[in-house]
């Protein structure tokens, strides 16, 4: 991002001053935080032994996550206190915001439900989910009759 400051006279010799303060005011604000998605992107693999579900979620503490299981719907979801402002600083523009988010996923049948862990480390949730036993694939050899 480039930061650009204009003096009265440089902004007054643009075509049209008011159009650019609502096109700046449109462009950062309303376009960045409002249409912004506020869900993390999730990566979902499956091995012979377990699934493996990401999240990018930078910025959070491990205490910040709550993940229920309801029947076979894993729910991830993480809130973020909003911290004090410091009432003698005056910001042009702020872009730091904390939200709340939450993802439900369905497991499939051949989950374990039992063995589900969570980790989190530079800004990734990793949840494993292993596999049932008889879901896990078996390798054998077949006789020709």
């Known amino acids: 991002m480039t930061l650009v400051k204009f003096g009265k006279d440089q902004k ?3 075509v049209n001053p008011f159009f650019n303060d609502v096109y700046s005011l449109l462009n950062d604000s309303f376009l960045n935080e409002k249409l912004a998605t506020r869900t993390p992107a999730v990566n979902i693999a499956e091995s012979d032994n377990q ?3 990401e999240l990018a979620v930078p ?3 491990k205490e910040d996550f709550k993940i229920n299981l309801d029947k076979d719907v894993l729910s991830v979801s993480a809130e973020k206190k ?3 402002v410091d009432e003698n600083k005056k910001f042009t523009k702020r872009e730091y915001s ?3 988010f939450s993802r439900s996923f369905t497991l499939p049948e051949s989950a374990d439900h039992s063995k589900i862990e969570a980790d989190y ?3 990734i949730l990793k949840l494993t989910i292993a ?3 008889e879901a896990k694939f078996q390798s054998r050899e077949l006789a020709v009759k």
Request: glycine share 10%; net charge negative.
């Open 59 to 61: 910025g959070l503490s």
């Open 121 to 123: 480390t530079a800004g």
């Open 82 to 84: 909003t911290e004090t």
């Open 98 to 100: 904390f939200n709340s």
């Open 131 to 133: 596999k049932k036993d």
């Open 12 to 14: 007054n010799s643009l």
């Open 51 to 53: 699934f493996e579900v």
